[in-house]
């Protein structure tokens, strides 16, 4: 079964408003984990990665105001979309790492429209 | 940067055709190079990996192998089945396997027909 969930797999909301993703790892306690971005027919694009207890580390051309990652405790690390705009609809994906074995468990992935 | 460029897809094959799916890739230094698949409605999971030059990686029928000299890291399958149709990403870290950050490539959607 899934190792790492994330929550909602699925969000439309409107213009301006403001989108929570959850990314939680199941049965281990993850001290870093990863948020991507993916466009139609394009790579995974790294966007940040979550430490817990820390500020997280954006990666060169994220907006940190635009995409805020809070990793409070050792199992989950959110991604909140403020202000919300169409051109930020995409597939966001967390991953989660497994120190102890090292390694790297991916979400099903949370797809947002924003209209 | 480090960089991954994968064979465009889609790609669709018969059952039990022959499977290649090319990689190559840009990166200072020596990377660890990975497959991942993604199986509808399921999130990317490890298929195999190679951490150094000639290494070959294999898993569920698949193999790759790390190729230095050409910088390329191809996936072949020799026989695929239906259960195979996934879509399959190409990466690579700039360190042995952990938490270091991966780059991908576009990612290559099979499908496999009876």
């Known amino acids: 079964g899934a190792v790492v969930s994330q929550h909602p797999s699925r969000v439309i909301c409107k213009s301006g408003t403001s989108v929570k993703i959850e990314c939680r790892s199941l049965?281990?306690?993850?001290?870093?984990m990863f948020w991507y971005r993916q466009f139609p027919k394009q790579s995974l694009m790294l966007m940040a990665t979550?430490?817990?207890?820390?500020?997280?580390?954006?990666e060169q051309g994220v907006e940190k105001d635009k995409f805020l990652i809070n990793h409070a405790s050792l199992t989950l690390s959110t991604l909140t979309v403020t202000s919300a705009h169409p051109e930020d609809s995409s597939f966001y994906i967390c991953?989660?790492?497994?120190?102890?074995?090292?390694?790297?468990?991916f979400g099903e992935g949370s797809r947002l429209t924003v209209l | 940067g480090d960089s991954v460029t994968q064979m465009e897809g889609p790609v669709t094959l018969s059952e039990e055709a022959f499977l290649t799916i090319n990689c190559t890739y840009t990166?200072?230094?020596?990377?660890?190079l990975f497959w991942y698949v993604q199986y509808p409605g399921e999130g990317l999971q490890l298929l195999l990996k190679?951490?150094?030059?000639?290494d070959k990686g294999s898993n569920k029928g698949f193999e790759a192998t790390y190729r230095k000299e050409t910088t390329s890291f191809h996936l072949e399958k020799g026989s695929v089945q239906v259960s195979d149709s996934a879509v399959y990403f190409c990466?690579?870290?700039?360190?042995?396997?952990?938490?270091?950050?991966?780059?991908f490539g576009t990612g290559t959607r099979l499908t496999i027909i009876p």
């Open positions: 991953s989660a790492y497994r120190p102890n074995t090292g390694e790297l468990f």
């Open positions: 049965d281990f306690q993850a001290t870093t």
């Open positions: 979550s430490n817990e207890g820390s500020k997280a580390t954006y």
């Open positions: 990166a200072t230094g020596y990377p660890s």
């Open positions: 190679a951490t150094k030059a000639d």
């Open positions: 990466a690579l870290s700039g360190a042995n396997f952990g938490n270091e950050k991966l780059t």
